[in-house]
Every structure is written in C-alpha cells, then in structure tokens.
C-alpha cells in the first residue's frame, strides 16, 4: 500500500480494523485477557497450588481489579515509600526478585507467583480452626498475611489498613465480567471477632457458619450465544445455513478424542404441525473463553414462522443457555442477473438479483473480497428491494488492486441490525475487474459531505470522487463537528479514510433505548441486536450489566457497531427483573434498559441452597422453595435420602405437618407466595461418599392435579478431616559450612504425606521466615549461604497431596561453623576419585556426587569448589550456564561446551583435549575442577597412588 499524507494515513489503521473483524476488540482494547479466560486461568493455577479459587481470584480483583495493564497498554505499577514497586495483575513486590521484565508482560506468570506466594503465606501463619485448606473461612491470616502479616491489617487496629477484611467483602459482591458472567460466584464469608484474634496473631477457631471452596469439584461446563442475527427471512426447499457463534463460558475444555466428540449443539425448529432437529459436533477444541461458530444446514418444506431453540450438550447432558429465538420461511425463489466477470467503472460495485417475495424486509449481502486465497477485506451491505428487484450498490472499503475475487452471501430480514456471524441462503463468487479512472474512494466516521478545491461535489463519504493529477484541496464537512481539510497530491488511486472530531460533546447513541425480552423459562435465553454509535472514532467504548441476567458481545465498540444483547433466565429471578447495559463515550453515558419475565411452568418443589459441600459430623440445614404460576391447595410429598450417610434431624414449618414414622409432609398451601419457604430440614452427615449425596422429593401430588417438578438438593460429603500431624525429632547431622537435620516421619492425616517444607530465618519468627526447600525424605540439607557466628531458626511443615500443612514443628536452631577467608587465609580442599567424602582443611566433610574422571580430567560438583573458596554460583537455567564469580575474577562455564569465558575472554576449558565440557550428572552440575581451581589462583597436585587431587588456595594472595 502507498504512503499517503494527512488522513489518508488513517486509511491504513481503519483497513486493518476493517480487514479483519475478529481483531477488531483486540486491536483497540488493552492487551488484557478476556474475563472468561481469566476466570478459567485463576481456577487451574489456584487448584494447582491447592487455594480455593475465589480466594485467588478476590485478592487480583482487590490487587488490580483484574488487570494486567492500564488503558494504555502499560503495565499496572505500584510505587511504595521504600522505592520498591508492586506489579501487574496480583501486585507482586519487586524487592528481591531478578523477573521484573516477565512480571510485567506475563499475566499468567504473574498469577501464578502470586498463588505461589499465598501458598507459602498459608504455611508460615498461624492455623486456623482444622487447617482444612477447602474451608474459605480459615484462609483469613493467608490473606491478611499476602498484604503484611503486621498490625496495619489487625482488624482491631482503628486506623488499619485490614486487607483481608476488604478481599473478604469484594468476595461477597456480584461483579459481573466482560463476558456477561458473574467473576465468581458471590460467598459471603464469615469474618473472625476481632477480640479473639491476639497480638501477634495466633490460633483461633474456624469462624461459622463456614464455607467450601472449590478444590475438590471438576470442572463444569457452560455456554452462552454471544452473536447470530434475527427476524431472518428464508426461502423454503433451499439449503439454507443458519449460524450462531457461542462461548465457552465454563471452566471445562470442549475437546473430544479420536473415539467420539461428546460435545453438540442442537437447533430445533417448531412450525405448525413440523418440526425439524438437526445436530453438529463441536468438532474443535475450545478452550474457556474462547468462541465457536455453529453452521447449522436446513431444508424447511413448509412455509411459516418456526420457533428455533438452541441447545448444548456433553454426551446427552445439556448444559448452559436454551436459546429462544423465531425464524420465517417463506415460498420465494432468487435469480442471479449478474456476470460471474464483471468490469467495474469508478470502483462502484452493482450487482442485482430477482425474488418473488410479497413482504416487507431488508436485503443484506456480506462480501468478502479475496486474492489468490487472501481475504484482503469483509463488508456488510445492506440493498434495496422494489417491484421484485434487489440491489446493491456499494464502494470497496479498501484500496482494491486491479482485479479482486468477490464472495457474497445474501439473507433478508425485517431487522435492522445484523452482525457478521451471518446466516444466509444464496451463496456467489464474482471476479471484478476495476476500469482505472483518475479518482479516490473518500471514506470518514461518521458520513461527511466532500468538497474539493472549494467545489461542493454533492457526495457523501464513502464516495468516488473523479480528480486529476496534481495537488488537491479535500474537505469534510458535518453539522457538530470540525472541518477536515486535506492538501492532497493526487498520482493514482487510492482510498482514503478520516475520523472527524466533535466541535461538541455528544452522547453516544443506541438502535434501542428500551427492550423487553418478556417471558422465559428454566435456562431459556433470548438476544436482540443493538446497532451502538459513537460519535467519533477516537475513544472505545466499554459496555457494562447491572444485572447478572443481561450480558452482550462485544465487549466494546470502536466508532459504530452491532452488539447482541442476551437474556440469560438461569441468572435472573422468578418474576420481573430489571437491568441496563451501560456505555459512555468521553465521559458522556448513556443506557439500554432491558426487562424479562422469568417463569416457572406449574409448579416446582427446590431447594435454597441448591447444592452445599459438608463434612462429617455437620448438621445440614436447607429450605425448602416453592415457584408456582398456578393456585395450589394441599400437597404431599416424601423427603427421600441415602440413610447410610445422612440421619434426619429436625423439621419446622409453617404449612406443612409430618406423617407418623416417614418424612412425608402434607399440609395447605393456598396462601404461600410464589418463591417463598415451605419448609426447613435439618440433617446430620454421618458418612462420606465420592459420589454425589441427592436428598429427592417423591411422590409429589396436589389435590386439584397440578403437575409440581421437584430439583432435588446435591450434597458432596467429606470425611472428616486430620491434618498431618506435627514434625517432630529434628537432629543436627551436620553443621559445618551447611547445616544437615533429620526428623521423624510425619503421619498422614486425610491425605498421603507429600513432602516436607523447610523455612529459615535469623530470628524466632515463622511468619517473616524464607522458604528454604522441600524433601520427600526425612532429611535435609542446606547449603546457605550462611553468616559466620549466627543462630539460625528452622521450621519443618509436612505437605498432604491435597496442599494441607501441619502445625509447624518446634523451632530448631543451629549455628553453622562457616569458614572465613578474614580468620582462614589458606584452604587446603582434598577430593578422592569415586568417593564422596573431602575435606576442608582436614575437616572431613560428604558430598553426595562423588568426583570422576572422564577424559582425563577431574570433575566434580560445582558448589564443592566455589563454597569453600567463597566464590558466588549463579545457575541460569534458560541457557544452561554457571557463572562463578571470586574477586575481580569471573568465569562462565556453558554445559556441553568445550569453550568457557574467563573475564569476558573466550577460554578453551583444555587445549589438548576439546571434548573435556560440563555437564549435568543425577541433579547436579559437574565441572573440570583444575580449570577452575587455576582460574582462582589454586595450586592443583595429583595423586595418581590414592586418585587424589589437593587444591592449595591462599586468599591473602588472591
């Protein structure tokens, strides 16, 4: 493409956004993830590292709000008094770390450090209640702790800050996402008394009524419609393809395997006395987040207004929306007067087709230009239709090359608002070849009136505008906004696009200011498309929901656009509901307000809450719902339930009485409002299951013959729960120039022991603590580096393979014997070939690789040369190079690679032998020992008699 001055410049950025209309939000919205996308992320890391997801997921919404990066595409920091910075999405402190870079561009990465660290923060504090990691209630120090374990989040403290007490609350709101969808599902978790909680804080009980998290349950699959067009007119006895883009909206992948593809959509269509279904695999992989196209092919014989529902389904379980929406099919037959070649003059495309159809629509044609296979642009036309005729007459929204393959797709509707996910009936591809005449095609946001050299051309943007070579004075024009005037220098065609700016501040427009979705039932949903108008370019405008019911797509709009508003009945309450969907453009707002009936059909026997996650021994309290859109009288059922894990306890109520020896209630309900209680039961958990607990009701009756549905109440049970129990015996094994303990075995509680977790610190204070490693065996060494003549606090926690931690064991102190080249100016280090003890000036000590001999050359471990020479090791990884680093002296050491830096200088690691090369033997990182003892200044002596190598290293004179 050309350059071209002014705003023809512009031209390029609109052709890219124009090109390519699924990159059009990405394009013009801060790289951040869909909420969708995000949601499912937070689950997966947040099971990985054993938290509750909502925990994780109310910290980043408090830390950020759930973003990565500002409007301007920057990472979101945060600077402290004590010059350190706080980043992206979870606010990671950058004291300390060396991955600021990848903290700042990676979100992913960056949660994944943040539930890494409120893991850590769950270990290192004080218990609460029975340390059960899936109870949200005990997760209340680990939050306090990931802002600072420290007075300032005391909730007794009147000036603190009380973080936790503010993820806490955010936990407890409905937020709803950019994708329609609650962030997670609200739980109102019970906050600690204040007056019991000491300081420094310590145990305290696991405040109640307490809640389950999420660790234990699968992942669950939900889908939405996110776009599809409606009030379409189709042809009968036509192939015809109807098309709904839906979004994966769970927290579960829709993948199938080479055997069977268990995920579908179902379309269904009721006329009178027909009906069609018609079933299509999901056949690709989608991921949370992520859209699907459904391309449905009927063939309708009977002319008429068919009711069209869209359903979901995994194997033959359905999940998500039932879509709602009507069609028409109507006895009409389309010809094709056009030339599959056609030879374009003044770039103004016409094409014409005939239909017999005696009603009021609209004809839309979709066009796809292409070359050679390319989609070079997309464009939506709307044509007109009179006396049996169609046309349409459009200009391309690019600059077209001489010849161009056109695709289109034609549909009519009586709407006036269609997106690109496009249903169609007739089906055409043309090759057009543009006659060249001297001329531009001027286009502009929003439709302007052209001038050229002073001289009204009578022709609204976009235009073909005839000019001849040379230098050219281009104007735009438009009531409440400021001229745009452009020196052109005209050389051939081009086109060319200008975003004109308000002279004043107008409100952002809407198709629709009010729309009801009337009546739906169970998990009905409905949609209607929105044509949404800003009145320029500039600026994106964002959509938000009042009201978890109503959701759209997209997410936002740039200049003009379609959106489709959905009404989602699984997410409203029984009766009316109200709600808009807001936008605001340069801090102008405006609203669409949106009202839906929700129903039951009869009536329905349910359950507050739905589905509760218990443990023995807990008593299980829930009531009993009652919907009814029909008068009821007396009613009768039987309250069925597993008796090997639940007892019955208790009921109360005010309709109903209980039959002698059964748990069958009757009683008069006339006077009972629709959504109200019937009755309350209490039962007792008395043994786990790993399946689903139902609790039914049976033998439904009514006196007048109502049909009364019933939703059975789902319990998960848990056993009991024992933690692991405390780490005791720790026995010093070694403490010279490390520190070497062994313990007793811990015993597993609920779950297998998975492994032990070190923490070290200078004084006698876990919380503040550094993790130091983690050991499946009953020892553990670590290796500092250390301070000469301090005490050392140690911690062991044993890890259950759910995430669950022990008390912390008694603390165990140490003071390692270090040696310092200030009190011991020489070393003497001795290494036995195949063994693996050495000493340290006399000193035996243990390695657990002992050194070889491959080539003719010593290697041993690394950190058994530098540590007693107290030179620094740095391990990169990525690269897999040691850099060791004594004084003024620095040596990189790459494995597998003969040749080494020494000081900036390439080094042959040995001349006389170039296969001699680190490399990495069980774990560990074995390099040349007299290539880097010479480096340093060592003397290096052989023993061939006793396969000895003797270091002599003098500090003073090094």
Known sequence: MSRRKGFASLSVVLLVTVMIFDTLVLLSIPPNPSDSVLRAKFIEIAKKYNIPSVILMGIAYTESGWKQFDANGNPIIHTNTDGSIDIGIMQINSTGRSDLDRLKTDIFYNIEVGAKILDGKWKITPAIGDSDR?????????????NGFSYINHPANPTGRRYQDKVIDNIAKLIIGDDGQPLWTPVSITKPDPSKITNPPSYIDTPTPYHFGDLYQNPSDNARIVQANTDLIMPTNTDTHLQFLIQNVGTSTWSGTIFSNPYSAKLTLIGENVKVEKSIPISNRVQP??????????NIGTSGTYDLTLEF??????????????????????LDQNDITQNVSNYTINLNYKADLNMNFTPYLFVKYTNNGTVLS????????????????????????PSVNLETYLVFSTSMNLTNTFSYFYKANYTLSFTPVDGIVIDSYPNALITVDGNNTNLTTRAFVPLTLGTHTISLTRDGYNPYTLTYNYSGFDYVFSNLTQSTNSKPQASLTNFDFQKLVGSDAKFVNVLVSAPDMNTTMFFMSTSK?????????????????????????????????????????????????????????????????VRVPDLISFDVILNTNTLLSDISFTVSYPMQNLEFVSYSSHYLTKLNDSITFTGDVSNVQNGSSILTLTFKAISESTNKVIINFTNVSTTNGTNVYSTPLELTIFPVFVKPSKVTGITLMNNVSKVEFSFNESRAGSYKIKDYEIYRNKKDDLSSAMYVGATVATHFIDSGPFEQNTTYYYWVIAVDEKG?????????????????????????LEFY??????????????????????????????????????????WKAETKTVII???????????????????????????????????????????PLRFIAENFGSVVLWDNSTKKVTILYNSSTH
């Open 378 to 401: 997309t464009d939506l036309i709307q044509g007109t239709y009179a006396n049996g005729e169609i046309y349409f007459t459009f200009l391309p929204n690019f600059k077209v090359p």
């Open 549 to 613: 019911m109503f959701s759209f797509y997209p997410a936002s709009v740039k200049g003009q656009g379609v959106i489709t508003l959905i009404a989602d009945a699984r997410w409203g309450n029984v009766g009316n509901n109200n709600g808009s969907i807001t936008f605001s453009y340069n801090g102008v707002k405006n609203a669409i307000n949106l009202t839906a009936l929700v129903q039951v059909v009869g009536a329905n026997i349910s359950t507050n809450p739905a589905s509760l996650t």
């Open 134 to 146: 899936n109870i949200l209630e005990n997760w209340y120090y680990a939050i306090w702790a990931y």
């Open 313 to 334: 389904f995994n194997s033959n379980n359905p999940f998500g929306q039932r879509v709602k929406s009507s069609i028409t099919f109507a006895n009409f037959s389309i």
């Open 804 to 828: 669950n931690s022990s008390d912390p064991s008694d603390t165990f102190t140490v003071k390692p014997i270090i040696f310092s080249d200030t009190k011991v100016n020489s070393i003497k």
């Open 289 to 298: 987040g992520e859209t699907y196209l459904c391309d449905f092919v009927v």
């Open 885 to 927: 680093a004594l004084k003024d002296k620095i040596i990189e050491l790459y494995i597998g690679n003969p040749l080494a830096s020494v000081n900036g200088v390439q080094t042959p690691i040995d001349k006389d032998n170039p296969q001699v090369a680190p490399f990495i033997k069980d774990g560990r990182t074995m390099l």
């Open 833 to 874: 070939i195949g063994s693996q003890n050495y000493y340290i000036n006399g000193i035996q000590m243990k390695m657990d690789t002992a050194p070889i001999i491959i080539g003719g050359r010593t290697f041993v471990p690394v950190r058994f040369i530098a540590e007693p020479l107290y030179a620094q090791v740095v």
